[in-house]
């Protein structure tokens, strides 16, 4: 495998072969590898959410559309280019903007509160799954996961008396996670919810779909962050007197690192 960055100049000849492209100064990040490549049917659908070339429960086909997704948030694009026994290179543009960077924002540390709540954790993503669930159970709390919406509906529906939080990703396959919490705000009208997403424009859209004050985790997120989402639901709901007698407040702590 192979990656390069360099500097480039998008003009008029470039958009008129590639229309999705605008004039420009980029930086370009190329990865290419000399793998086995693809035909032009899986190129066709390889930024399609859920479309993926392995077997079933081996993959969610989330990666490429993520990724696919960050890069028009910033305003860039990308191709891939792609033949049977000839490798693949991928190529992403980032335009270049004049001016300095806005100060990045210091790192929140000290303490953060665990507890001893039951969590519902659905996301479809093994990693960020595992994340979440280190995170949460290293604080003290007790989780229940699920890789997709309809498995976290039945769980709920399994566990509803105990459950004092759901942990629920806006993407999902075969139920998304505003349809799921639908369903379990059916069982349980006061539940309260935090929702991940890693679209900015997703989260704005459905914001004013759905009520019982939800907020949403942008990805990727840090165990930190996760970790004082949840501490700061459970205590605005535990202030209200909702669910209190399901999960009484826990004074376990755990100390913040910064990220590295």
Do not use: W
Request: glycine fraction near 10%; proline fraction near 6%.
């Amino acid at each position: 495998m192979a990656i390069e960055t360099r500097s480039c100049e998008i003009g008029e000849e470039f958009t008129r072969l590639h229309t999705y492209a605008l004039p420009g100064t980029y930086v370009l990040l190329s990865v290419s590898d000399n793998g086995v490549g693809m035909e032009q049917a899986t190129l066709d659908r390889i930024f399609e959410p859920f479309f993926t070339t392995k077997e079933t429960g081996r993959g969610t086909g989330l990666g490429l559309a993520t990724v696919y997704g960050t890069v028009k948030q910033h305003g860039g694009f990308l191709n891939v280019s792609s033949k049977p026994g000839q490798g693949t290179v991928f190529r992403i543009y980032l335009p270049i903007t004049a001016g300095v960077a806005d100060p990045r924002p210091p790192v929140v540390s000290g303490v953060v509160i665990g507890g001893t709540e039951t969590i519902l954790v659905a996301e479809d993503h093994e990693a960020l799954r595992e994340l979440a669930h280190r995170t949460l159970v290293s604080q003290g709390y007790r989780v229940f996961l699920a890789s997709n919406g309809r498995e976290a509906v039945r769980l709920f529906e399994e566990h509803s008396r105990e459950i004092g939080l759901v942990l629920l990703d806006v993407v999902m396959p075969i139920l998304n996670g505003p349809d799921a919490y639908s369903e379990i705000r059916a069982i349980e009208p006061n539940v309260p919810a935090i929702f991940t997403t890693g679209y900015t424009a997703e989260s704005a859209s459905l914001n004013h779909k759905i009520e019982g004050g939800t907020i949403f985790l942008q990805k990727p997120y840090s165990p930190q962050a996760l970790a004082r989402a949840v501490r700061s639901t459970l205590d605005r709901v535990s202030e209200k007197g909702v669910g209190a007698e399901k999960n009484p407040l826990s004074t376990s702590q755990f100390e913040a690192k910064p990220r590295t």
